[in-house]
């Protein structure tokens, strides 16, 4: 199973819109998709519909080995698509893990009971470089970086590097960036191509060609519980998760021929 962490310490710049939109697509493709929320605030959980009734086991007793992948995981109505849900008593992992053995690696063992369900894990990281993204990275043999098409679009991306170079040495050396991708582009508005084509011309090749627009039916689709590739496929933020996990899947065949 490729495990593929979405991560940006900053919030808002369209982590939980990529992880729920992505893992449509490539359910769409026929890829079997497990998506792990693993932000307390659920989002991931409420935009794919999962009631708080189905989130006695969530994302929170996996970690701290209360429940297995198997009973923690619900079906979501996108078919192929199942979803570890996240309550707000995730918020309290971060300390309560500190006295816990192995704490950077809870994820990481909990997902080795997956074998062959599922073809990818995406997770849906909180907006902190805490433990539970540290979990994330530890996990994951790739992350996606979702980066907003606004002013401060770099700012803080220092840190992050800093903090996947740091999860390298000491707990994953095959952690590699499958693609930033660039999101919330707005094509009325200057700024935003300005952003964009500073972000390429310093992170170069590991920015995707795909670039996520604005779309007010990406950020509409949440509340009624389905992604936006169900909302309305032919939206132009639909297409462009179409696109984006196309192009996921190419970078990711290479690496798996490189390999
Ligand atoms: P994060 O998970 O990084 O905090 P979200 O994906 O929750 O970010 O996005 C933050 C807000 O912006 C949400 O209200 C979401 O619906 C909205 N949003 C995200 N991506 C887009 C987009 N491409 N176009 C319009 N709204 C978006
Ligand atoms: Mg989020």
Redesign the pocket.
Known sequence: MIRIA?A?Q???????????NLATALAATGWRVLLIDF?P?G??STGLGVEKTDRERSSYELLRGDATLAEAVVATRVPRLDIVPATVDLSGAEIELIEVERRTHRLHEALAASEGQWDVCLI?CP?SLGLLTVNALVAANMMIV?L?CEFFALEGLSQLLQTIERVRARFNPQLSILGVAL???DRRNRLSEQVAADVRAVLGDVVFDTV???????????SHGVPALIYDHRCP?SE?YIALARECITRLTKTAQAA
């Open positions: 979405i940006n900053k919030g808002g710049v369209g982590k939980t819109t990529t992880a729920i932000d605030q989002n991931a849906d907006p979702p907003q999101t919330m582009y996520i627009p604005r779309n007010v039916r990406l950020s509409e689709a949440p933020g462009a």
